[in-house]
């Protein structure tokens, strides 16, 4: 089954962004095997980028040359437009960039030891060697043959549709962002509501958007990434790069918090205080 493509969440972001997409001007879109970059300039913010997961799927032929109709390709509701939809996505987090107070940093490096159970949407495979003494309920899409893991990581899978067992119990659940292209992140944030997980975190490349409408949503931690480097991330996106490579070509991981209470998480409390504080004043978390 489809998940249904989650345009409400992504309205908000846009909407959040709009005024920026109307002034600026010259969209570059690359698409790569694994990841999509798109760079934009703006009169007052210069040099914008922003990048999002490549999903399967053929790539058009062409893109608008308006900014504000390529944002819009991310509330393609049409299931087959995926890689359309990621284009838009990716608009919306360089549109997103002037914005956002990130603070540099990987949250799923950060663990407190006291968390005996947490959830993947998805399957983060790097991120499994950083997780010690910790039970690992992966919720995918797609079954793997196996999923290597530490000797003290346990790693139990779930399909979609049995995500209320997963979520049950867990400390932590980490949500891949690629969702917002795939489908299926509101019917995830309702079952983490039932089962009353104490913190959800959105993570990945393609969550780099303003995160108000996120933290709206019920998402407390936001954890995205920032183009540093847009002629070597270019480079990379085309030579098929993800991951590390891609971070060492110049995509920095980042992330912002709705507040300085992260349950299950050892981050800089005080430097979160005052990254909240700044986000509250520009409109990007709740009053």
Known sequence: MTDPLDTDLVDRIYASVRGTAATATAPRVTVGERVVLVELTHPDHGHLAGVAHRPRGERPESWPENVSALASLATDGDIDGKVRRAVGIATLNALSAPE???RSGDPMASL?????????????R???????????RVVEREKPESVPSPDDV??????????ETAFAGAGVCFITGSTLVYGGLDRYLSALRSADVPLVVLVGATASFVPGPA?????DLVAGARVENPAGVRASVRAGDCGTDLHDSGLEKVYVARSSELPGLSLDAEKLDETSERSSETG????
Request: glycine share 4%; with cysteine.
């Open 126 to 136: 790097p991120a499994f060697r950083k997780f010690a003494a910790v039970d690992v």
């Open 112 to 124: 407190d030891d006291d968390v005996a159970t947490i959830t993947t949407v998805g399957l983060f």
């Open 284 to 287: 990007q978390t709740e009053p």
């Open 215 to 219: 933290f709206d949503a019920g998402i």
């Open 100 to 102: 956002v107070e990130w």
């Open 154 to 163: 346990t790693v139990e899978l779930f399909p979609p549709d049995e995500c």
